[in-house]
């Protein structure tokens, strides 16, 4: 073979390995860019319960997936902002895939002044740098990079982002169940776990429940003997709850807020307790639930009431969920990166699309530390290989 021909040969089928590391030189080109088009939605803060600020951003978003071709749907939110869909034609007649992912973030209006969007080193930080804007990005530069290579998307690509995800996607959630149905795979872009930026394959389930204690009030200094304390029975009943943790079987529960009295002088009438809880089965949610039902008074004088329940289901390692991630493993091995799988505690939206049995892969978004606390950030020389292998998961999912 002359190598006029060879050349001639590279050039029209080109290995796996020559396509990756194109690829990831057109990203590694984009990396300002990227970084740029982070800390603008960064600036405009979108914390989750107000929805004039995160309506801002989300009117922001349609007009950049709008400017890339992208056809948008508004689903109207009374109570939080408008959730945002978007849809791109794509080659062929199979289903699209899903990229989902959420706009709103944990910190309060404002939060820009003190805790400022700024560049240190390779990192990035900022309030909902990591979680998630900078997989909001990823999304888009990913779609734009197949675009440029191909001329058009190898496959149809559904965006969707959530403004409620941070306080349990209860407005978007069936839309989020809806559109997951219609799709053959779904790709979340919530940040990597941990530094080695693992993909996430199992998440526990979610429930948050609220115990309510009411005593009999009576004076502190006057009828002593007569009041039953609402905030002593909690008391009990925090250490009861406390011992139902199983952390071997993977179930944690956390007695995270307390409430209680009047005054000093006053035996409680009332006190209530906020609980997270997480497990790691389906399976598990039954009996925990039955078990914080059936929590008894100490003191018979006072009544107990629980509410609440698991709001997220495990996503559990099914086999499509494992055959997603091996295919994912196999595009960054071909950018000879040794790419991760994690179990995690904290849930997302990919337990929805999950627990209804479509193949979900998460933690497909940018590396960093810090989400939901003060040194939140991002590495951004993680940017263009995260943003190359979902590009290479759209074409391949
Ligand atoms: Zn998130």
């Known amino acids: 073979m002359s190598s006029k021909k060879l050349a001639h040969h590279k050039k029209d089928a080109p290995t796996q390995n020559e396509t990756r590391a194109d690829r990831l030189r057109y990203f590694e080109a984009r990396q300002e860019e990227m970084v740029e088009a982070i800390r603008e939605l960064v600036e ?12 801002r951003l989300g009117a922001f978003l349609a007009e ?16 939080y902002a408008d959730h945002l869909q978007v849809s791109f034609p794509g080659r062929g007649n199979g289903a699209p895939v899903l990229l989902l992912g959420h706009f709103d973030t944990v910190y309060p209006l404002g939060t820009l002044a003190t805790m400022l969007c700024g560049v240190a080193g390779d990192r990035l930080h900022g309030p909902g740098v ?22 058009h998307l190898p496959r149809p690509v559904t965006v969707f982002l959530v403004s409620d995800e941070e306080v349990g996607s209860n407005s978007s959630r069936s839309i989020t169940e809806g559109l997951a149905r219609e799709s053959s795979a779904v790709l979340v872009l919530e940040p990597a776990a941990g530094l080695r930026g693992a993909l996430k394959t199992e998440r526990k389930g979610v429930g948050e429940y609220t115990l309510k204690v009411v005593g009999v009030a009576a004076h502190a200094g006057l009828d002593p003997g007569k009041g039953h304390s609402a905030i002593v029975e909690l008391a009990h009943q925090i250490t009861a709850i406390s011992k139902l943790n199983d952390l071997r079987s993977g179930i944690s529960v956390n007695p995270g807020i307390i409430h209680g009295g009047t005054r000093t002088n006053v035996i409680a009438a009332e006190a209530t307790v906020k609980i997270d809880v997480r497990i790691a089965t389906a399976s598990q949610k039954a009996s925990l639930d039955r078990k914080l039902h059936s929590l008894k008074p100490h003191d018979k004088h006072c009544q107990l009431a629980i509410t609440g329940g698991i709001n997220r289901l495990p996503m559990e390692r099914t086999e499509g969920v494992a055959a997603l991630y091996e295919k994912a493993r196999e595009i960054a091995r071909d950018a000879a990166w040794k790419l991760e799988e994690a179990s995690v505690g904290g849930g997302s939206d990919g337990n929805f699309t999950a627990g209804i049995g479509i193949p979900t892969l998460d933690g497909m978004g940018a590396v960093g530390e ?28």
Request: hydrophobic content about 45%; cysteine-free.
């Open 44 to 55: 405009i803060e979108s914390p989750s319960d107000n929805k004039p600020a995160g309506d």
């Open 64 to 79: 950049k997936f709008r400017g890339m071709g992208g056809e948008t749907h508004i689903h109207r939110s009374e109570a």
């Open 130 to 151: 990591l979680d998630m804007k900078a997989g909001i990005v990823l999304m888009m530069q990913a779609i734009a990079g197949l675009k440029a290579w191909h001329g």
């Open 370 to 397: 810090g989400a939901h606390a003060l040194h939140e950030h991002i590495l951004i020389s993680e940017l263009p290989r995260r943003a190359m292998l979902l590009a290479g998961m759209i074409e391949n999912a």
